[in-house]
C-alpha cells in the first residue's frame, strides 16, 4: 500500500473534507494528530512523501520546510500533514467537490 492509498483507506469523504478545508492542526485528521502518530507514518512512507510532495512543491519547498523546523519530530509532523492535506485537496478535486482555493488555506 502506497501512503497516498493508506490516507484514503483512513479516512471517509467528509473526513477528508474536513481535512482539505481546515487542514490537520484542527485536530480533523483523527489518526494523525500526535507525534507518535504522524512519526510512525513518516517512517513507513518516508520516499512516498518526500516523492510527492517534491512532485508538487519542488526542492526549494522541502528545503524551507526543513529549515523552519525544530527537531526531527517537528519536520516529520510537518511533511506528514502537508501531504495529508494535499492528498485530501487532491481527492476532493477528483470527485468534483475540490475547490482550487483550498491549496491556499493548507500546509
Known amino acids: 500500500m502506497t501512503a497516498v492509498e493508506s490516507i484514503l483507506k ?7 473534507r474536513d481535512i482539505a478545508k481546515h487542514g490537520c492542526a484542527s485536530g480533523c485528521a483523527r489518526d494523525h494528530i500526535y507525534y507518535s502518530e504522524t ?6 512512507y518516508e520516499s512516498d512523501i518526500q516523492d510527492y510532495l517534491r512532485d508538487i512543491y519542488g526542492e526549494d519547498f522541502m528545503f524551507h520546510l526543513v529549515t523552519d523546523c525544530h527537531d526531527m519530530t517537528d519536520m516529520k509532523n510537518k511533511l506528514v ?8 485537496s487532491d481527492y476532493m478535486n ?3 467537490e475540490g475547490d482550487d482555493a483550498l491549496y491556499g488555506e493548507v500546509a
Open 94 to 96: 477528483q470527485v468534483g
Open 10 to 16: 483512513s479516512y471517509d469523504l467528509e473526513q477528508l
Open 39 to 44: 512519526t510512525e507514518f513518516f517512517n513507513k
Open 81 to 88: 500533514w502537508t501531504f495529508i492535506e494535499l492528498v485530501a
